[in-house]
């Protein structure tokens, strides 16, 4: 599909959300913490794949996301969630 099959709302609707797609994949990488400590351990498996492709798009380092998802703790994954939120996190670039 081309510009040309969407409108210029649509277009621009399209436009802002990859302009905030980064405070969009923290947030929902915030909201997956919480998730986390309260799903069954079922439903976790795919929330623990959900975060590793969201801290891949937000460019963690590579070794930092191993970690995480090894060790399968929510606290572990919210001192990520933290530092990205406070800016001290250095993403690769």
């Known amino acids: 599909m081309s510009n040309?099959?969407?409108s210029a709302y649509q277009q621009k609707v399209i436009q802002r959300y990859y302009d905030n797609r980064d405070q969009i994949d923290e947030q929902r990488l915030a909201e997956l913490?919480?998730?986390l400590y309260l799903a069954p351990p079922k439903?976790?498996?795919k929330m623990w794949e959900s975060?590793?492709?969201l801290m891949v798009r937000m460019k963690v380092?590579?070794?930092r996301i191993a970690h995480v998802v090894q060790s399968k703790d929510p606290a572990v994954l919210a001192k990520v969630v933290e530092e990205v939120q406070?800016?001290?996190l250095k993403r690769e670039k």
Do not use: C, H, R
Request: charged share 35%.
């Open 4 to 6: 040309k099959d969407y």
């Open 33 to 35: 913490v919480t998730n």
């Open 43 to 45: 439903k976790q498996a």
């Open 51 to 53: 975060a590793e492709e």
């Open 61 to 63: 380092p590579a070794s």
């Open 86 to 88: 406070k800016g001290t």
